[in-house]
């Protein structure tokens, strides 16, 4: 008999977390933000994929979906150095993105507002978070720390990977030919 409880308490749960697509909360974000330089303007962009949550978590492809973009953050240790979102109580963005969309930093995105406005940008470590969502209404956050070399008009991005055993980052070494 107490076989049969667990049962009839277990399988309505398990077919319910089956069913149900929930968020998790815990993770970070969904996908991978890409940055690149274009006619020496750094362009901010979002992965080919991104992670739906749910008892299964799975890739979804951004080019298959009607991602919209919604927040746009870039920050350098310690600095937020660009902020926009669209202003709050806003049902939709207009603003969707592909795997080849490029927003470049600093310039204005139609119907967005500027909560912190764009710094002029200099060589360090930054990190970018897209933060958007897609037509079934799953979250479809896009993140990434790089490091921008160089100087304004001759800039380049390369990877910043963490310092074995500490918190601190360091742009990623070129391979020695």
Excluded at 3 to 31: E, T
Excluded at 152 to 171: F, Q
């Amino acid at each position: 008999m107490t076989a049969n409880c667990y049962r009839r308490v277990l399988l309505p749960i398990l077919v319910l977390g089956f069913l149900c697509d929930g968020q998790a909360m815990s993770r970070h974000h969904d996908g991978e933000a890409r940055v690149w330089i274009r006619n020496g303007t750094l362009c901010i962009g979002a992965g080919e994929t991104y992670e739906v949550s749910g008892f299964f978590s799975r890739k979804a492809h951004i080019d298959q979906n009607q991602v919209e973009l919604y927040a746009i953050q870039v920050n350098r240790p310690s600095t937020q150095v660009w902020e926009a979102s669209t202003p709050p109580g806003t049902l939709s963005s207009n603003l969707q993105l592909q795997s080849d969309t490029c927003i470049e930093y600093g310039q204005p995105i139609a119907s967005y507002e500027n909560q912190v406005p764009p710094q002029k940008l200099k060589p360090d470590i930054y990190e970018v978070l897209l933060q958007a969502g897609d037509q079934k209404n799953r979250r479809a956050w896009f993140y990434k720390r790089f490091c921008l070399i160089g100087e304004a008009d001759n800039w380049s991005v390369r990877d910043a990977v963490r310092i074995e055993n500490t918190h601190e980052w360091r742009c990623k070494l070129l391979p020695t030919p």
